[in-house]
């Protein structure tokens, strides 16, 4: 069954971002990340992490192919943050972006070849030797299989860590 992320738009923002999110990695990921100029939220929602980047400084492209949820990204627009309603990166030019963020995304998608797609359009706008840092669950936490294609495509340039 695919969610339809149009209708848990409103709620997902109502949320905002909770302390107990910060449980799920996110911390980790700005560890990971560090400080960047040019940051790419792909798949940034209703911009709930793309915010906390620009609050640190950086300037954010946020991608996300729900209307709904860029028309609530809008809505708590920061001057810092450059948000698209699409999948496709083609408008981004080449080796543009410092670094690459994908949160609780890839776990969604069922399709492998979008999955593969997806990252080799995010590789393609980072610079040379760039981060590109994945937050997923781990695939026995959904109780469902897993896509296999992300693997073996970045398979070296994975970085694994123990969330504590």
């Known amino acids: 069954m695919k969610s339809n992320w149009n209708k848990l738009a409103k709620e997902y923002t109502r949320r905002g971002m909770p302390d107990e999110d910060w449980k799920f990695g996110y911390q980790t990921v700005l560890n990971l990340l560090g400080f960047k100029d040019k940051v790419l939220d ?70 492998n070849k979008k999955i593969i797609r997806s990252c080799q359009e995010i590789y393609a706008a980072l610079k040379p030797n760039t981060p590109f840092v994945i937050l997923d669950p781990h695939p026995n936490i959904l109780n469902k299989e897993y896509s296999s294609g992300t693997r073996h495509l970045l398979q070296d340039r994975i970085v694994e860590t123990k969330l504590d």
């Open 42 to 111: 792909f798949g940034c929602g209703s911009g709930k992490f793309s915010r906390k980047l620009a609050e640190l400084g950086m300037e954010v492209t946020g991608v996300d192919p729900t209307p709904k949820m860029i028309q609530f990204a809008k809505k708590q627009e920061d001057s810092n943050i450059d948000y698209h309603c699409r999948r496709d990166l083609s408008f981004l030019p080449l080796e543009s972006l410092d670094a690459a963020v994908s949160t609780f995304v890839f776990c969604t998608e069922h399709d």
